[in-house]
């Protein structure tokens, strides 16, 4: 069983959650606005990704650019990054998938078959 952090009209996390099911995988499907992860959560999960945190930022989205976030992320400790991204769920890469050991963010098939299934 994983946790997928994601969003329902987000066409790549339906991508995901069909790769995973149709591969035996059960997902605990999280609305990533309505459940936002906490600083907490974030945090932790960011440690076990083994990902720069700048990958958990959605820089494609309305509510990062809206927010000048390419020029203020830099200047933000991990800490205020943390803080932020739980403020706003659209602001998180999405899916972001873990099993409570692992975690990847975003979709592709083949990191998923190493990984997931």
Known sequence: MVTMYGYPK???CV??????ENNGVEVDNKHIVDETPSAATIRELHQKSGEPLKKFFNTS???YRAA????RLPDLSEEEQYALLA???MLLK????TDGTDVTLGFKEEMYQGKWY
């Open 61 to 63: 989205g309305q509510s």
């Open 94 to 97: 999405r899916p972001i998938v």
């Open 15 to 20: 991508k995901a959650k069909k790769a995973l």
């Open 68 to 71: 000048g976030l390419k020029d």
């Open 10 to 12: 987000c066409s790549t």
């Open 87 to 89: 403020s706003d769920g």
